[in-house]
Nanobody
Framework: QVQLVESGGGLVQAGGSLRLSCAASGRTFSSYAMGWFRQAPGKEHEFVAAISWSGGSTYYADSVKGRFTISRDNAKNTVYLQMNSLKREDTAVYYC?????????????????WGQGTQVTVSS
């Protein structure tokens, strides 16, 4: 069992930056692929970024490519999402998720564990 706790969300002006963190419990974190998803009001979960168990492979949604960076520190059982040049359309609840397969994917159904989410609000 893995528990995930997100932090770092908040209110930021358009063009600003935030860094989200996702702290994981459990000794097997380093073997899991990790992903970030988001859900805006009235919309479905949207893939944001994913990273392999080693950190050697990363994937991004086209909408965030070049602005967001996913990374992980296996020694700290933590995955990060650095968000720069934020836009109003980035406003959403952001969730981290863990995939036991270790291979990153953009499909929510492939993930085994989810955090509770952290709100990101971008104002104009």
């Amino acid at each position: 069992q893995v528990q995930l706790v997100e932090s770092g969300g908040g209110l930021v002006q358009a063009g600003g930056s935030l860094r989200l963190s996702c702290a994981a419990s459990g000794r097997t974190f380093s073997s899991y692929a990790m992903g970030w998803f988001r859900q805006a009001p009235g919309k479905e979960h949207e893939f944001v970024a994913a990273i392999s168990w080693s950190g050697g492979s990363t994937y991004y949604a086209d909408s965030v490519k070049g602005r967001f960076t996913i990374s992980r520190d296996n020694a700290k059982n933590t995955v990060y999402l650095q968000m720069n040049s934020l836009k109003r359309e980035d406003t959403a609840v952001y969730y981290c998720a863990a995939d036991r397969s270790g291979s990153p994917t953009r499909y929510p159904a492939e993930y085994d564990y989810w955090g509770q989410g952290t709100q990101v609000t971008v104002s104009s």
